[in-house]
């Protein structure tokens, strides 16, 4: 509880908010030859399932478009 009150009181004084350690570390991740095929494998996943959304939804579209212009007198 203390340290939440300093915190708060040094951002309430007009001073800078403290630092926090990604904002200082400037080191890099370098990932194994398993880690990047897993994060590759991950990727395309990803985007098989947001293609199958986009396309349940275009499927759906078009039947409910599709019943409605059958129904349709001229």
């Not at 570390?25 to 994060?39: D, G, H």
């Not at 395309?44 to 939804?57: C, H, K, N, S």
Request: aromatic fraction near 6%.
């Amino acid at each position: 509880m203390s340290s939440q009150t300093t915190q708060l009181s040094e951002l309430t004084d007009g001073s800078a908010p403290p630092q926090t350690k990604q904002q200082t570390n400037n080191e890099t991740v370098v990932l194994t030859r398993e880690q990047e095929k897993a994060r590759k494998m991950r990727n395309y996943l990803i985007a098989a399932t947001l293609l199958g959304f986009a396309a349940l939804v275009f499927i759906v579209t078009i039947v409910r478009l599709g019943e409605n212009v059958a129904d349709r007198t001229f």
